[in-house]
């Protein structure tokens, strides 16, 4: 039976969902207003939150400092490229993991996750020769395998939880008509999977969107991202915070619409069999 | 043809045997259903002759070719499943025609069988829906169908009806035997309900622990059961046991009858007791008669006969139906 909550309590849940939200977003509110002050007003004491003089100046000035579209185009194909590139792996590896378990499939998903616990500073300078070796320096390709890497726990983890949740029998019975594995992947457990794989897409493009260790220390100019756009406004003549606000606002706006029109679907997937 | 001989199959799950040495010869045509309670490994054996398992020990022949370690598709076989496993985003008539679509056949041989399958199997009128459109008895037609276009060389099902009502499994108990005697193909059927076995096998297999317990036809086994397992198991209610002095009477550790075969009398009898309990299906009664210093029996009466609880009455054992056991609960 489903537990009754009475008006107060829902009230009092409402008026605390609203505030921690507004606590999470404020910061990026306060980065969008930002952006349209003056470089005065941006460091004004005590800062004023709506009531300055509007201005689109530090916007052109970003457009006219950098080349937004290029970094913006990294950041797609970097993002993008890491997670479908991701999935190219995640997608066999969960297969194996759910469908053909072993004795220790528990212990080499933990040793998988136990991955993301690793400093990623520790493995930079491994890494970093590396991909001078190879040539791979501030290359989108280079990004998209190293992105790739790092994220790749956790798409193993999410597809894991969306194919528990698909009944071996149906895969057996795909079998048994005659699909090899590839296409025992591709007809039937893809599409079953597809809520959860569009979730997993979603959510690991967001992360990847955002990432700014290895897009910062492995890139230079060519592949840099719209991350290394934002941090190139923090330079050694001091910080231009109004201008830093506007960066960062042109850099987080496609993914806050992403988010947004997608929010069904990622907080579908986040709380994936948690309620069933 | 769907001649298919099991060779000392054993399988075992990490270190756990569930089949142990499994010798089975099933004849092409033949309707074989594979009887036993929960976990007595007949899933599993229906899986190692799919290919769905691979076996730990043995051959698994069909039609004379080793297919041990063959794949599940190129077995020839079709399976049909407990919780039916269709392709949820797949309309009925791409389910069915999946396999054919594998097979890499033409458009115009796929429209056709399928179309054909759905005749067969009255479901012409659905072959747009989705499964998740379709009742429990429709979705598992499509699974026969599914499984129909293949023609295969022998059909495997695994416990195809449990997930239906009482009716419909009484329908599609029905309709299986009719597509068995229509296309002849081999079938093995998996269940857990020696009344489905009695009715749809022209071979029973039972199984116990990962044994065959008597392989033989459905009368076979309930007149000739070879030990109490199978007596107890097969028959519907099941066997009364008697231990002690009435089994010594006829030189045996305990006794099996079975409902039908006592005589029951107000007035005079071989043994007496008090009725209990009696349930009134129309056709039949069924009695719990406390037998004075044997225990419980179950006994079956006519419809009609009239017993008040705690009555007296007397019970003798039919001539000839009583089932002797040794020690062992091997048949005598």
């Keep these: 039976m489903a537990r009754k909550i009475s008006n107060r309590r829902l009230l009092f849940f409402t008026i605390v969902a609203w505030g921690l939200s507004l606590l999470m977003f404020f910061p990026v509110l306060w980065t969008i207003l930002t952006g349209f002050k003056t470089e005065a007003e941006a460091i004004a004491s005590p800062p004023s939150l709506f009531m300055f003089d509007w201005t689109m100046d530090n916007y052109a000035e970003v457009r006219s400092r950098s080349n937004y579209f290029r970094h913006f185009l990294n950041s797609v194909v970097i993002s993008v490229g890491s997670t479908l590139l991701g999935l190219v792996f995640a997608v066999p590896a969960a297969w194996s993991m759910v469908f053909s378990p072993s004795r220790h499939t528990k212990n080499i998903l933990v040793w998988i996750l136990s991955t993301k616990m690793l400093p990623a500073v520790g493995v930079l300078i491994p890494i970093y020769l590396i991909f001078r070796d190879l040539g791979l320096l501030d290359t989108r390709t280079g990004l998209v395998i190293v992105l790739m890497l790092v994220n790749l726990p956790i798409i193993i983890w999410m597809l894991y939880t969306y194919f528990k949740e698909i009944p071996g029998e149906i895969l057996e019975a795909a079998r048994m008509d005659g699909a090899s594995l590839g296409k025992e992947i591709i007809h039937v457990l893809v599409p079953m999977a597809l809520p959860g794989i569009a979730s997993t897409l979603l959510l690991n493009v967001i992360i990847a969107w955002n990432e700014a260790f290895w897009t910062l220390n492995l890139t230079a100019t060519k592949a840099a991202p719209l991350t290394a756009f934002i941090a190139s406004y923090s330079s050694p003549e001091g910080l231009f915070y109004a201008k830093l606000s506007a960066a960062s606002t042109m850099a987080i706006a496609p993914i806050l619409i992403l988010g947004w029109f997608s929010q069904k679907q990622l907080v579908r997937g986040l709380t994936f069999g948690a309620v069933k | 043809m769907g001649n298919i001989h099991l060779k000392n199959v054993s399988k ?86 999946f396999p054919l679509k594998m097979a890499g056949e033409s458009a115009d041989v796929i429209d056709r069988k399928v179309n054909e399958a759905a005749r067969t199997l009255n479901l012409s009128d659905y072959l747009e829906r989705r499964p998740g459109q379709l009742s429990g008895g429709q979705r598992q037609r499509v699974a026969i169908g599914r499984a129909i276009v293949r023609e295969p060389e022998a059909f495997l099902f695994d416990e195809p009806l449990s997930n239906l009502d009482a009716a419909l499994r009484v329908n599609m108990r029905l309709e299986i035997a009719e597509l068995h005697q229509q296309l002849k193909t081999t079938m093995i059927y998996v269940t857990h309900d020696q009344v489905e076995a009695m009715t749809m096998a022209d071979k029973i297999v039972v199984l116990q622990s990962g044994i065959i317990e008597q392989v033989g036809s459905p009368l076979e086994l309930y007149h000739h059961p070879k030990n109490r397992f199978v007596a107890g198991f097969i028959g519907s209610p099941a066997m009364n046991f008697f231990s002690g002095g009435a089994a010594l009477e006829f030189n045996a550790h305990t006794i099996g009858i079975r409902p039908e075969d006592f005589v029951l009398s107000t007035e005079t009898g071989k043994w007496q007791g008090a009725v209990g309990i009696a349930e009134h299906l129309g056709s039949d009664t069924f009695l719990y008669v406390d037998v004075d210093g044997m225990g419980a029996a179950l006994v079956r009466v006519a419809g009609d006969f009239a017993a008040r609880h705690g009555e007296r009455v007397y019970l003798t054992p039919a001539e000839n139906r009583v089932h002797r056991f040794d020690g062992d609960g091997l048949a005598i």
Excluded: W
Aim: proline share 3%; aromatic share 8%.
């Design chain 2, 12 to 97: 075992d799950f990490f270190g756990v045997e569930v089949i142990s040495g499994v010798d089975l010869e099933i004849n092409d045509g033949e309707f074989v259903v594979f009887v036993g309670p929960s976990g007595c490994g007949k899933s599993t054996l229906l899986r190692l002759i799919a290919g769905l398992e691979d076996v730990s020990a043995g051959a698994i022949e069909i039609d004379g070719r080793d297919m041990t370690n063959v794949r599940p598709a190129q077995r020839g076989l079709s399976m049909v499943f407990q919780s039916y496993a269709l392709y949820p985003h797949m309309s009925v008539r791409k389910n069915i025609a």
